[in-house]
């Protein structure tokens, strides 16, 4: 009875003094940039990166498609790494012109970003790294990691395919345990955390409806889907600069053929 009320108490006090890496917040200029919409058509067989893709960007929302349309699956395309020269350099905005016209009103069409996908590279939760940083702390605090390295991928056209890469995002969890407790738990969680990976939470929730067996192991669809969301949500908050400059490039390869 004491050692359960011995656990009991030790969980409640993880959950209390347990610290999570926050959800990244848009800088002063970045809030600024998303009072001018991005005009680009876009489309993609993803719900959740339609949901959550518009809440971040300031772009229109997206056409969904269909799952028995015949669409290519971009997630398997084979791609070369991407060049380290070609990331984005993202540099200060030039001050806008006040009497410049919107680009609505300049008959302006929309640029087309076909079937937006996101493609997960690599991924880590850094066992040797947790590990040596609970020691660190005297076998008295459990720490945990995941990072992530993912690419937007889309087609223009019919055999166009577009990217923009080195999207990265990491999260962090830790908190106090008792004495070798802190480098155990960072031990197992690793194992235990298996299903928590972005590409199997993306996986389970768009991809493949898992068995009753699976959510009876690991956990629902809805539950897959709502971590998923969260993911997608810090992945593009934290590169929110990176992803805003390429997506307003896309949009002058028309914009310059329409300017009055």
């Known amino acids: ?30 809030k600024l940039s998303k009072s001018k919409t991005i005009s680009i058509r876009w489309t993609t067989t993803d719900p959740v990166l339609a949901k959550v893709f518009p809440e971040v960007f300031p772009v229109p929302p997206a056409v969904l ?13 084979p791609l070369p790494p991407p060049d380290p020269n070609d990331a984005p350099i993202i540099q200060k905005p030039k001050p806008m012109n006040p009497n410049e016209l919107p680009r609505w009103d300049r008959g302006f069409e929309l640029t087309n970003i076909e079937n937006l996908t996101l493609v997960i590279r690599n991924e880590s939760q850094r066992p040797f790294k947790s590990i040596g940083i609970s020691l660190l702390a005297l076998t008295m605090m459990y720490y945990g990691t995941m990072e992530t390295e993912a690419e937007l991928v889309w087609t223009s056209g019919e055999n166009n395919l577009h990217r923009i890469s080195f999207l990265a995002t990491q999260e962090t969890i830790w908190a106090p345990m008792p ?25 389970y929730c768009i991809q493949e409806k ?51």
């Open 179 to 203: 004495f070798y407790i802190g480098t155990g738990s960072s031990i197992v969680a690793p194992i235990l955390n298996s299903n928590r990976y972005p590409s199997h939470l993306q996986k």
């Open 65 to 77: 498609l269909d799952d028995q349309v015949n669409v290519a699956d971009l997630s398997t395309v």
């Open 1 to 30: 009875m004491k050692l359960r009320f011995l656990f009991y108490f030790l969980f409640l006090l993880f959950l209390q003094v347990s610290c999570k890496t926050p959800m990244p917040e848009l800088s002063s200029e970045a």
């Open 210 to 260: 898992p068995t009753k067996l699976r959510e009876s192991m690991e956990q629902s669809i809805t539950e897959n889907c709502k971590e998923y969301e969260i993911f997608l949500r810090r992945l593009f908050l934290q590169n929110y600069e990176a992803i805003h400059l390429q997506l307003t490039q896309w949009e002058k390869r028309n914009q310059d053929w329409f300017q009055p």
